[in-house]
């Protein structure tokens, strides 16, 4: 069946580096796929989707370019701020079941001023 | 708006105990879910609906059981605890029609002994 890998956390990061959160993909067909960010105490929150292949998802500084070829949809930023803590997941949906979300284990990011 | 909100936030149950976890949203969204959460394993979809009166099983459903009287509420039901439900629940809603953007509560977490 379809799923998510994400790399494994915490990543620890000082203010100002750049940020990348790998995750790649297995689907059949053309899934769409999203970030979501979980702050501490919180729910889940939509950073940025794509729903075809060499979209570029971006919002809040954060972008992720939806690569066919490589199945994958990392996640970017130039420069992270202390409030950027949280914890990242990748997720997919797939074509036939667009209302349902696979989600990877998730990231924690952590950022030390 | 209120969003997605979900009662208890937090719950103990010693095993075979019975509750059920509320969600309710305000957006008319037609299809709602339940996900939990645990440690490393990202979320799993545990049942979904896509109206009143449609409910279907998704990934890891024993255990629960939904119902879907009103657009509104979702409640999911415990039937009878086990450690291993022990786990932090998640409710969400989006529009049929809209691109793919769902909504979370900000979760329920559950212990149980």
């Known amino acids: 069946g379809d799923s998510v890998t994400q790399m494994e956390g915490p990543v620890t990061l000082s203010e100002e580096a750049f940020l990348t959160i790998n995750c790649t993909y297995t689907a059949t067909g053309y899934p769409s796929l999203f970030w979501y960010v979980q702050y501490p105490g919180e729910g889940l929150q939509l950073l940025l989707k794509a729903t075809k292949a060499d979209d570029k998802g971006s919002n809040k500084g954060f972008e992720a370019t939806y690569r066919k070829e490589t199945t994958s949809f990392h996640l970017e930023k130039g420069s992270v701020q202390v409030s950027d803590s949280a914890v990242y997941f990748c997720?997919?949906?797939?074509?036939?079941?667009?209302?349902?979300?696979?989600f990877g284990s998730g990231t924690r990011l952590l950022v030390r001023p | 708006n209120a969003g997605v909100t979900q009662t208890p936030k937090f719950q103990v149950l010693k095993t075979g105990q019975s509750m059920t976890l509320q969600c309710a949203q305000d957006m008319n969204h037609e299809y709602m879910s339940w996900y939990r959460q645990d440690p490393g394993m990202g979320l799993r979809l545990i049942h979904y609906?896509?109206?009143?009166?449609?409910?279907d099983q998704g990934e890891v459903p024993n255990g629960y059981n939904v119902s879907r009287s009103t657009t509104e509420d979702f409640p999911l039901r415990l039937l009878s605890a086990a450690p291993s439900q022990t786990s932090v629940y998640f409710c969400?809603?989006?529009?049929?029609?809209?691109?793919?953007?769902?909504?979370f509560g900000p979760g329920t977490r559950l212990t149980v002994t």
């Open positions: 609906s896509v109206g009143a009166g449609i409910t």
């Open positions: 997720a997919l949906s797939e074509m036939d079941s667009s209302y349902k979300l696979i």
């Open positions: 969400a809603s989006r529009a049929i029609a809209e691109n793919y953007e769902q909504y």
